[in-house]
């Protein structure tokens, strides 16, 4: 199970660093194209949430492969718990039942992370 997490942990940091870098350093111009939504947020609310974004994915990695605080790993994942709640929640207002989806799952995921190393799999 360990091993599950690590790779569950390592597939979450790249798809939330990604997302994050887009979301701090792109346009809220050009990210409008491909996400809809930031037409709701301020440009500094879509950076902020992409800097939210980095962090935790650098979060979920970082402390527990330096053995650094690795408790914040799994407060990593449980930020993005949230972040994700606010992202369904965002969805459904807008009315965007396949974002709801993918953050459902992206949702689930980052439980899975959380739960496992904050109980039976903890560094």
Do not use: C
Not at 49 to 58: C, H, S, T
Not at 67 to 93: C, N, Q, S, W
């Amino acid at each position: 199970m360990n091993v599950f997490l690590w790779v569950l942990q390592s597939t979450l940091a790249v798809v939330f660093g990604l997302a994050g870098a887009l979301k701090a350093f792109q346009s809220k111009d050009t990210l409008r194209g491909t996400m809809p939504w930031v037409a709701d947020f301020s440009r500094t609310q879509v950076r902020l949430i992409g800097v939210v974004e980095l962090g935790a994915a650098l979060g979920l990695i970082l402390p527990a492969a330096l053995g650094i605080a690795p408790v914040l790993t799994p407060l990593a994942a449980t930020g993005l718990v949230l972040t994700m709640i606010g992202a369904v929640i965002t969805h459904a207002r807008r009315g965007e039942p396949s974002a709801i989806a993918v953050n459902a799952v992206l949702f689930a995921l980052t439980a899975v992370v959380a739960w496992g190393r904050f109980g039976p799999y903890a560094f």
